[in-house]
């Protein structure tokens, strides 16, 4: 059924080779490549050994946030029993990629992916069964499954709809590997899979419910066997450690479904079941729904664009809102009516079929959460004209335009995608036990994370009721990193994430680039505990809800603090922790490098040089092999640059940052490199960072500058860091 070899094997070369650096010809650089043009490596056609459950590929450097050109295999290589070979295929600049289901799409178009196809090889131990399933890519214990031992029986015969498509021909669908690590669908190879989290979402919900329509067994058995294979695939990823899919706008769906059915199919209990079996990992029908009141009288909400993971909203102005009347929907800096359009447009809609196929399945407990079931349950049966009327009013033209056209019919409840899969509701749904009304029934203590409830604060008064309260200093976990929010006042919060503890090589080599003997000599420092690290330098609008100013030349409230002092900063420091009860400070030396390198060792978090597309400096000077860009001669808003590893932005230039310690003319050797705090005196601090002024070699990570503690530029300011509990 795969193609596999049997240990040991060498692998000489791919076809097409893959292509690296110089290879790539100008013309197959694409848009997205061409803003990082200055540290752009090139890769094509690139193939990965043993790919890692994580966000992390090597495929092809057109794959925006997830490549990683470490991991990619060069040949000759040798494999042994349990690996796996992905090679791909690049897509060429302008080339139109195909697929069975929603097809069409070129590299550097949206968010479409530049890889074209993608295949496994396995390597095993012994040669398989003629009946044998791939084992999954990222399974290195190999797992055999045996299409013999799929459980036929299982699937009902239900009476087929009109429009339904062939089991045969919609098999093609998953006839390819679905290699998908990353996400937004920047990783997933054009014509091996569909792009879009909402066409995912309802392929596979089409495939298992057309596997419980009545159509001959052997014309099933080819969608049965592709389709459980998909699911191998990921559960092999999933029980490896990858964190899963969760729901962003429209991206997310899908990815459970095919491991539940395959599980289910093959007997495997802890893959039938994936979120019993690691309940972190995340899925987008399970996080973008929620139990909780909804303005509307239902019992079960949409929990937003990017929904709810554990019990915390990743993104605060982009979580649960249907709690709320529309008229509040897009206070106080939210933006619940984007929410709402990929509510009616992009998820529910990729939802029923799924929902349907595992009703009829009984497979409700396996899956794991019951509000999802409900939720469409809702889709399908609330009435939502007149709901539709009332969002109208406070919408934009354009969604109030989609809301009351009759003819616009996907964007209003009930709509399922495709016509057969509605037609199948209608005439399925009822099969089971489950009743079809569960999201108008009360469901208690699961709606206290979504907010006031609408049936005690009356609509009138809930906009004062939510300006009136002042959240206290908490923390919530963001995807698989911790933040601490201080609460500054009712309107103003400081971020902060957390940093593990480790041990790294502090300083800079004596061959690098720019390098001053202080930078030296290099050691080993261990920090033995994590702590918090503000996401951002400390901006005016902060400083002035601390301190009631904010001495500043270049004015904007989200611009960094500067012309204050390394006293200033320590007072601030003081005062914010009397304010919000945790001891805040400025971070040692070598806490700033520790953070600022996030697990590198070049002289840049972003490798070998820096350009102005990466961070604020005076951009005329060049690093490295790195080319010349742009000096703007002041202050940016913070964050306006990608975040490092660790998910801390403007590390390198805006404005040099303070640190605690005494400024030393080099380290010393002999003192403790276990949390070292610096020399005991001194009559400078140090600073880190370099800033807007500043050329490239004084941005560096290992670059070192001083002042005297009350010294104050328009290239200074600070960010706090509070040890972790």
Known sequence: MQIYLVAPVKIKAVNPKTLVDGEVSKDQIDQHEIRRINTLRPVRNGSMLNPPAARAVAFDSGIRNWFRREGLAAFPLNMKAGDSLVSTVSLKVGEVSRFAYHSGGVRDHHDNCPIKVAAVLTCVAAPLPADAFRPGFCDRQATIYLARNLRRDLLPRLERVAEAPAPVAFAEVFQKPWVNLGFFGFDQPMENMPHYGQWVGQAVGNAALLLCLDSPAAEKERLLINFVQV???????????????EGWGGHGSGRKLPIVFAGHMLGDERMASPTKAFPNALFGEDTQTRYGRSWTGARVVFAGHSGIQGNVAPQKNR???????????DKNGQTNFLSEAYRRANTSCAWIAQALALRILGLEARWNHDAFFDYVDRWMTEDDAEHRKVIARFASANTAASLLDPARTWFHQGYAGEQWVKLAWEKHRSVGTAPTDGWRKDHGEHAAMLGPDPATTPRGKQQAADESEVAPTGIETVADRK????????????????IPAGTFVMGSPESQEGRSTNEGPQRKVTLSKPFFMGVTEVTQKQYAAVMAKAPSHFKGKNRPVEQVCWNDAVEFCKKLSAK?????RLPTEAEWEYACRAGTTTPFHTGETITSGLANYDGTQAYGKGRAGKFLRRTTPVGNFSPNAFGINDMHGNVGEW????????????????NPKGPDAGTCRVLRGGSWYDGPRN???ASRYWLAPDGKLSDFGFRVVVDSK
């Open 580 to 584: 919000t009860g945790r001891a805040v």
């Open 699 to 701: 941005c560096r990570s």
């Open 319 to 329: 979580g649960p809102y249907e709690h709320l009347h529309p008229s509040q929907w």
């Open 231 to 245: 699911g191998i695939d990921y559960w092999s990823a999933i029980k490896n450690g990858h964190p899963g899919w």
């Open 483 to 498: 933040r601490l929010v201080l609460r500054l006042d009712s309107e103003v919060t400081l971020t902060l994430v957390l």
């Open 659 to 674: 640190c605690i310690d005494w400024f030393g003319e080099k380290y010393d050797v002999g003192a403790d490199k276990t």
